[in-house]
């Protein structure tokens, strides 16, 4: 029997239950005995510290073991598509270039290629104290994979980061992802405090980071109503009107509900609500503590995992071994060749190759990208790639809700369920 295997990819620190809403609706959606889904667990919770690489190479031996498990049932993989959240998008990316290296592809088709608040880009940074920080802890405390999302890392023979190699035209990773025959990425246009717009939309600049709701024109489709299908310049705001003295009547008329600070398993009825808010000085220390020691412990456990890996005879003919090879032979050529034409352009007109070295500094709420995110953004936005942004505007965290994370705990997280199914639909069997 012909079998069209569909694989979905979690993200960082994640499990197989937090696609159980995709594998659900999809299911439902299109009831084909057909269509096989594998949501892969081989790559999960610490071990998404290993890095990018490492993850794919799970995933790929257990996409072929799946195969192989179909081929002794009696149903032959003709067609493949995979979906990764977060980071089990670029997970994803990696493992297409693994099934192409591997000769997967002779005999079966790419369908479907989709992400879902993928950090194509990586994480950029913002002119804000925090993302500073985090841009300096995030490769020392996430291992490997950190180092990767912050593009820090040298994977390359010559030194280039891994997303550069992915979304290099003349690598296997990039050729594997052209083949698909739809290639369709979600990202949330506001409030996603993890991955932002500007990475998952792969877009040069963040168009939403200084929009709010009235900015947008949402799609009136109800099936879909978090989906927007375009996006306008915000109107011109109304004028300032002087703010009320705090405490005066006025001032409670114009107080409105406002969105839980705590998630729902710590929203207590007074008075205990009262005694929590009272120990949070108290709490919030230790909590920050606690979570950089457990960042810690656990992206030392990878390292020692990754020495391993890397130690082990039998891994030689991974696709990072075999591509290392290829950077080694073909990147002096290259480097040698960019800088002739360099060095020829600044004789030919030197003023036009300085303004092309100096980026104008960007607007306050502009992500600071990097020349290589910018390479990296002008390589992806070539493939003829279908977006799609999801709008959640009253949530803190619209990263969970795009994918329905976990419905059981957090209800709010339902409301992803129109771009699921939006997904689920433009699925092609």
Known sequence: ??????????????????????????????????????????NKDDSTYDGIDWGGERVAEEIAAEVEKLKQEGRTVTRFSITGYSLGGLVARYV???????????????????TIATPHLGLPRYKSFFSSLASVLGPRLLSRTGEQFYCVDKWSAKGRPLLEVMADSDRI???????????????????????PYVTAAIEVEDIFASRDSTGLEIDIDE??????????????????????????P??????????????????????MNIALYASLPLLIPIFISLAIVRLSLAARSSRARIRLLEN???????????????????????????????????????????????????????????????SIAASLNRLPIKKERAFFPNVRNS????ICRDVKNFEMHREGAGVVRHWATSFIL
């Open 399 to 402: 990263h969970a809700i795009i």
């Open 1 to 42: 029997m012909a079998t069209h295997l569909l694989v979905l990819v979690h993200g960082m620190w994640g499990n197989p239950n937090h696609l159980a809403e995709l594998d659900r609706i999809v299911k439902e959606t299109i009831p084909d005995s057909a269509l096989h889904v594998l949501r892969a667990e081989t």
């Open 173 to 195: 990773f990039y050729q594997a992802l052209a083949a698909f025959e739809t290639i369709r990425i979600y990202a949330n246009a506001v409030n996603d405090n993890t991955v």
């Open 312 to 374: 082990d005879a039998s891994n030689t003919q991974k696709l990072a071994h075999i591509l290392a090879q290829l950077e080694r032979q073909m990147e002096e050529a290259v480097v040698d060749l960019i800088e002739n034409e360099g060095a020829a352009e600044m004789q030919a007109d030197p003023e036009r190759a300085v303004d092309k070295r100096h980026e104008p500094k960007l607007p306050q709420e502009q992500p600071i990208l990097t020349p290589t995110q910018r």
């Open 223 to 248: 099936k879909y109503p978090h989906l927007i299908k375009s996006y306008s310049l915000p109107p011109v705001p109304p004028p300032v009107t002087p703010k009320p003295t705090v405490l005066s």
């Open 96 to 114: 297409v270039g693994i099934l192409r290296q591997r000769g997967f592809f002779e005999n079966v088709v790419p369908v479907n290629f989709n």
């Open 250 to 271: 006025s001032w409670f008329k114009s107080r409105k509900p406002s969105r839980p600070f705590l998630p729902p398993f710590l929203q207590f009825r007074f008075p």
